[in-house]
């Protein structure tokens, strides 16, 4: 998980199954450290967890740790929570005979060393420690992993209902939408008694929503050698360190970054032209790029390489609007100037 305030700078940008964030660094964040210490306090500190059954007597003190990172992504009404805590609380356990009298008195504590977005849907570890490790502290720690933990696996399970419903920044968006309709609608005319309201025009706003770009390069190199390097999984491997798998024939199939790229050869001619479709993870479902390489040897050992990347949609499917400079970036820095870079082909 990306740390808040720090952008994941790899250009991979791919579907994650907790809807986190690994990768949404371009998004604006909000803070939800202290928020999330003081949603856990009021959910933990002073939970009974036994008042007598079997003469025993456990509750959960307080929380005495908070230490992590939790942020909420936030765009366009979209809520994208990421957070990664170590939490641990304190509890006291008592022991008492029949007639009422104090057996022992026991301290504990409670960890819980991985509360995670990538984990949202499955129950915490939860490690419970006792000082006094005795018969009867030995009792009142059984006691407390049994039925502490469910109480504990519960609590946990609202916060992270909560930071998928957008945390603190739930009331600002809530807000917002409050605002919106207060608003007057454009093209709406408010009569008054004995008067008519003048309508403004509406003006009709025309979005394309898909964009494109055009990069021109040049290489210390053979035209042939450059394509073989953009055809060749293992030398895609290299230079981006990350999985792929491509086809070298017209038709066939490939897969870059891990599978956040993947898409389909259209056409080859071997040290003049590669014609892909190109899909991202995150894109809206059915959404297909195009990708025009060009490959021109003005004279032997020096190649001018042009692309051109065609249908790229101007947001993902979480209604980010930096697809387009994201991608423009990746060709550059990550494909690029790698090869250049890894090969010696620099100029």
Known sequence: MAKYGEGDKRWIVEDRPDGANVHNWHWAEKDCLEWSRNLLCKLLNNLKVLDGEGNLFIKINKVEKVEGEAYVNVRKGKIIPGYELNVVLSWQGEAKDSEGNSLLKVDGSVEIPYISDENADEDPEIRVTVKDEGPVGKTLKAAMFSKGKPMVEEKVRVYVESMAKG??????????????????????????EGSVAPVAEKKEVKKEGFKSISLTEKFSCRAKDLFEILMDENRWKGFTQSNARIAKEVGGEFSIFDGSVTGRNVELQEGKLIVQQWRFGNWPDGIVSKVRITFDEPEPGVTIVKVIHTDIPEEDRYGNATVVENTERGWRDLILNKIRAVFGFGI
Do not use: D, I, M, Y
Request: aromatic letters at 0%; hydrophobic letters at 25%; zero cysteines.
């Open 167 to 192: 945390g603190p920044a739930k009331e600002e968006l809530e807000s917002k939408k409050v605002e919106k309709r207060g608003k007057p609608v454009v093209g709406v005319s408010v009569k008054s």
